[in-house]
T-cell receptor
Framework: GENVEQHPSTLSVQEGDSAVIKCTYS??????FPWYKQELGKRPQLIID?????GEKKDQRIAVTLNKTAKHFSLHITETQPEDSAVYFC????FGFGNEKLTFGTGTRLTIIP | GAVVSQHPSWVICKSGTSVKIECRSL??????MFWYRQFPKQSLMLMAT?????????EQGVEKDKFLINHASLTLSTLTVTSAHPEDSSFYIC??????????????FGQGTRLTVV
């Protein structure tokens, strides 16, 4: 089955600087890669996603890049703010193949230092 | 986006008793729902895929007789933790996809249920 690895496990960034979180996946058939933000005790919230037919996607301060050949994708947050502090999870899925479960990475605890 | 509601938000039960958790899609029909378990400071681990009108598909290592899943309607899936023990204490979260939406791939999560077995 799919295996998703995520690094780093913790990340502290000065407010206003950029944060980068990286994930690798094992199944070359995976075609959908969402990123979730989870605050303590809350549900995961989708912040951005990318499909395998796209190399990069951006939404204001958040961007995701995908390298299908290397099987890795990254989350980039620019101009970080204190409210960006949370745990971030990447995930991978083979959407449209009848088995659409998400396999999650191990998570990154991002702390924005004011 | 679509709304998935989970109930209860938290529950405390005695060891040996059973607990039922409900997951509802409020404004859409979900033929498939997913149940995850999340231990403190860990990732979400898929337990099973709940299929409306048929048996659930369990992930390797998850005991189907201990974690009973019923998906009797297109808007409701239930997870029953039978004979709960302290090691079953965890955060249980369900998710579903709204296939009517513009982005069919997006999964929506319930608010989660924190189960504490004493």
């Amino acid at each position: 089955g799919e295996n998703v690895e995520q690094h780093p496990s913790t990340l502290s960034v000065q407010e206003g600087d950029s944060a980068v979180i990286k994930c690798t996946y094992s199944d070359s058939a995976s075609n959908y890669f969402p990123w979730y933000k989870q605050e303590l005790g809350k549900r995961p919230q989708l912040i951005i996603d990318i499909r395998s037919n796209v190399g990069e996607k951006k939404d204001q301060r958040i961007a995701v890049t995908l390298n299908k050949t290397a099987k890795h994708f990254s989350l980039h947050i620019t101009e970080t703010q204190p409210e960006d502090s949370a745990v971030y999870f990447c995930a991978a899925s083979k959407f449209g193949f009848g088995n659409e479960k998400l396999t999650f990475g191990t998570g990154t605890r991002l702390t924005i230092i004011p | 986006g679509a709304v998935v509601s989970q109930h209860p938000s938290w529950v405390i039960c005695k060891s040996g008793t059973s607990v039922k958790i409900e997951c509802r899609s409020l404004d859409f029909q979900a033929t498939t729902m997913f149940w995850y378990r999340q231990f403190p400071k860990q990732s979400l681990m898929l337990m099973a895929t709940s299929n409306e009108g048929s048996k659930a598909t369990y992930e390797q290592g998850v005991e189907k007789d201990k974690f009973l899943i019923n998906h009797a309607s297109l808007t409701l899936s239930t997870l029953t933790v039978t004979s709960a023990h302290p090691e079953d204490s965890s955060f249980y979260i369900c998710s579903a996809r709204d296939r009517r939406g513009a982005d069919l791939a997006e999964a929506f999560f319930g608010q989660g249920t924190r189960l504490t077995v004493v």
